[in-house]
């Protein structure tokens, strides 16, 4: 009986440290994290952190434009983003995929007064990790 109880308890162990969400296991609901731009296009933006112990958080080996990336998450509703954010993600002419910049990454959805803007190019494949950007 000892030993069962034993094996019970070891496996509900191993099921709960497996079966959580990559935020949920931290204290807050937001992570800071520093990224690049690896794309963006209309709504949605692919950023690659920077942090090797927090790429955990990112995909690993996410291929875009023939380039293999880790550590890279999906981000949607970036025409919703404050203006101090969109200088860091656009320049002059285009994308800026050199700069390294902090953001404060989410599960939680933002309500923003620009919920409803709709845009639909999109990118073929996006990472399967999705975050929001916490912009206060």
């Known amino acids: ?36 731009v690896v794309d963006a296009i209309c709504s949605d933006m692919i950023l690659e952190i920077q942090e090797e ?22 981000i949607s509703g970036v025409q919703c983003l404050p203006p101090s954010l969109m200088k860091n993600i656009y320049k002059e002419g285009g994308l800026n995929k050199s700069t390294e910049f902090k953001i404060k990454i989410t599960k939680i959805p933002n309500r923003t007064n620009c919920e409803f803007a709709t845009c639909l190019a999109t990118f073929n494949t996006v990472p399967n990790s999705k975050y929001y950007i916490l912009s206060n």
């Open 1 to 36: 009986m000892k030993k069962n109880l034993f094996l019970l308890s070891l496996l509900t162990l191993a099921f709960f440290s497996c079966n959580q969400d990559k935020l949920d296991v931290l204290e807050d609901p937001y992570v800071e994290v520093t990224v690049k």
């Open 53 to 74: 112990n927090l790429k955990n958080l990112g995909d690993s080996s996410f291929t875009h434009e023939g380039n293999e990336y880790n550590g890279v998450i999906h």
